[in-house]
Antibody, heavy 121, light 107 residues
Framework: QVQLVQSGAEVKKPGASVKVSCKAS????????IHWVRQAPGQGLEWMGR????????VYAQKLQGRVTMTGDTSISTAYMELISLTSDDTALYFC??????????????WGQGTLVTVSS | DIQMIQSPSSLSASVGDRVTITCRAS??????LAWYQQKPGKVPKVLIY???TLRSGVPSRFSGSRSGTEFTLTISSLQPEDVATYYC?????????FGQGTKVEIK
């Protein structure tokens, strides 16, 4: 079965950066987009962007352009999301989710367990 | 600017009531609209995709419809286990953004 396992919780100071990993199993990693979604405490779901692991191509939410970088390592079936210049507004639960295969539009049926990133001085 | 406008932000209804949540897309997304249910401490779960297709295993009291760029999620008879936050999502292409969410509670 499809599994997405994320790295553990992080505590960062304002201005720092964080890199969260998402290890995939149960399917061919390079064939499906990986999306990143975050959820601030008590708030809604915010789509951050996606990566095509096969090509490395990315699309980022306009709001995060310049601060977020998504990468993938097909040799270990792992996707990464790095966010720089952190502020308290970046405190959130960060999820990876599997998107469509071969670029086909699709819902997010499989999610990682979430990684809590806390930004505090 | 691409937007998904969802309303209301919260609602309170009695068990057995019919509940309706609306999501309006700022541009044509055809039928590429999904509804998710998220319970506290859990990841979101797809209830409906392609605007009106029920995901396998989802109770038939949930239904979805489309009129142009306006989409509706209906719970025909609200049950206690339906207490959750519901989100719409456009998935025709990136950005695959979500609506702001609707928190459903029992009166």
């Amino acid at each position: 079965q499809v599994q997405l396992v994320q790295s553990g919780a992080e505590v960062k100071k304002p201005g720092a950066s964080v890199k969260v990993s998402c290890k995939a199993s149960g399917y061919t990693f390079r064939d499906y987009y990986i999306h990143w979604v975050r959820q601030a405490p008590g708030q809604g779901l915010e789509w951050m962007g996606r990566i095509n692991p096969n090509s490395g191509g990315t699309v980022y939410a306009q709001k995060l352009q310049g601060r977020v970088t998504m990468t993938g390592d097909t040799s270990i079936s792992t996707a990464y999301m790095e966010l720089i210049s952190l502020t308290s507004d970046d405190t959130a639960l960060y999820f990876c989710a599997r998107g469509g295969g071969h670029g086909v539009p699709a819902t997010f049926d499989d999610w990682g367990q979430g990684t809590l990133v806390t930004v505090s001085s | 600017d691409i937007q998904m406008i969802q309303s209301p932000s919260s609602l309170s209804a009695s068990v057995g009531d019919r509940v309706t949540i609306t999501c309006r897309a700022s541009q044509d997304i055809s039928n590429y609209l999904a509804w998710y249910q998220q319970k506290p401490g859990k990841v979101p779960k797809v209830l409906i995709y392609a605007a009106s297709t029920l995901r396998s295993g989802v109770p038939s009291r949930f239904s979805g419809s489309r009129s142009g760029t306006e989409f509706t999620l209906t719970i025909s008879s609200l049950q206690p286990e339906d207490v959750a936050t519901y989100y719409c999502q456009r998935y025709i292409s990136a950005p695959q953004m979500f609506g702001q969410g609707t928190k459903v509670e029992i009166k």
